[in-house]
Every structure is written in structure tokens, then in C-alpha cells.
């Protein structure tokens, strides 16, 4: 989306560099040394793709805004990234042991968040987590919401519930952790 180049220089001087830090560290904690982890929505790859690199993971960023990859490029010129759209992963099938994705879904409507969990499943090998941040609202519509940062509009949506919707488009929910204020995180695995 290209509301983010429009805030990349200003986007880490608000965001914490712990936040879901944890949380990924946890899901990468149950892979193997060196497992090779997508990070869908990567931005300028600080904090999480540096901790999951950091921890002895290969991890493969992805993202839509030129400007957040211009300093993900900066932060962590060894790691490969590419510029793509979550929707359609240009990986092979079952080409990664793991994924996350925090603080991407939710600027994406119910039918483009379903098209990127078919996609980052595709790309998912069997029985791989799939971790990311999302926002859930029993019976609530498809129209969103529009919030800014720094003074940029984004669209903000919610999924009545993710355990359908992932379960719709090749993933199955296993675990939900709420950070109240913060986020919730829904981790899902490829089925077998
Ligand atoms: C809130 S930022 C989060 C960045 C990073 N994951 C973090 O934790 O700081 C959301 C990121 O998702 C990216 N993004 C939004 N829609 C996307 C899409 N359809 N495909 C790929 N990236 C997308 C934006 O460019 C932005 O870098």
C-alpha cells in the first residue's frame, strides 16, 4: 500500500522495538536452527525480522512499500526482501517452514485478507505456522474504518472470525493471545 511510503521515515520513531518481538521469537523458538521464515508485511524489517534473523533463522522479507524496503535494505543489508503483495507470495509451493505478519491484515479488506492466507498457505510447507496480528468483530460488516498515522489515512478492517476465514483458505487456527492496547495474535498451521 503506499500510505506507508508516505510514513516510513516518521513509522519507527513511533513504533517499539519490542513489541511482538516476543511472540515471533516463540513461534521461531519451535523450528529448526536456520528454518527459512517468511515475514509478510516486513516494513523496514526492525524489530521482528532482525530477531528472527538474530535467533539463526533465514528469513525472507516481503513487502509493497518501496520506501519501507529502502530501509529494510539499510537495517539488514544480508537479508533478502522483495517487493510484492501479499496477496499473491512470487514463491515457489511449500518453499517456507514458517510465516508471520504483524500489523499488515487489518489494513486489508475481508476478501484481500482471504486471497493473502491462501497465498502465504501455498507458499507454507505442511504443518507450518502461520503467526499474525489481526482484529476480530462478531457480526460486524466489511466496511472498515479509517484511522492516521501521522497524518496519513489508512483503512482499518475487522473479520467476523479468523478461525473460519483461515480455515476457508488453507490454514487452521490453533492459538489466540490477546496483548490488551497492543495487539492479538492468532497463530495458525498449515494443516499436515
Ligand atoms: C504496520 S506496518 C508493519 C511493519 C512490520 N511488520 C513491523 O512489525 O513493524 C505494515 C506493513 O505492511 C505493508 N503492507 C500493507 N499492505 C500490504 C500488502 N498487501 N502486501 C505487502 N505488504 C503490505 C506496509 O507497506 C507496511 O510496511
Redesign the pocket.
Known amino acids: ?1 503506499r500510505e ?1 511510503d508516505l510514513i516510513a521515515d516518521w513509522y519507527p520513531t513511533d ?1 517499539g522495538r519490542t513489541v ?1 518481538v516476543a511472540e515471533a521469537l516463540a513461534v521461531a523458538a519451535t523450528l529448526p536452527d536456520r528454518s527459512r521464515i517468511l ?5 523496514n524489517g526492525v524489530p ?1 525480522t532482525e530477531a528472527l534473523v538474530n535467533a539463526g533463522h533465514c528469513v525472507v522479507g ?4 518501496a520506501e ?1 524496503l529502502a530501509l529494510f535494505r539499510s537495517n539488514l543489508p544480508d537479508t533478502p526482501v522483495v517487493r ?4 499473491r507470495c512470487p514463491f515457489a509451493n511449500g518453499s517456507f517452514d514458517a510465516a508471520i505478519s ?3 491484515l487489518f ?2 479488506a475481508r476478501g484481500d485478507q482471504a486471497a493473502a492466507f491462501a497465498s502465504v498457505s501455498r507458499v507454507l510447507k505442511p504443518s507450518a505456522p502461520f503467526l499474525f496480528t489481526g482484529a476480530e468483530i462478531d457480526g460486524g460488516d466489511d466496511a472498515g474504518i479509517t484511522g492516521t498515522m501521522n497524518g496519513v489515512a489508512f483503512p482499518y478492517y475487522a473479520v467476523p472470525s479468523y478461525r473460519t476465514l483461515t480455515a476457508e483458505h488453507g490454514l487452521v487456527l490453533v492459538d489466540v493471545h490477546d496483548d490488551p492496547g497492543v495487539s492479538t495474535y492468532y497463530l495458525t498451521r498449515k494443516p499436515a
Open positions: 500500500m506507508y513504533r511482538g515475514d509478510v508485511g516486513c516494513g521482528i516481503l513487502d509493497s512499500s519501507m510484492a503483495d501479499a496477496r504483524w500489523g499488515m489494513h486489508l
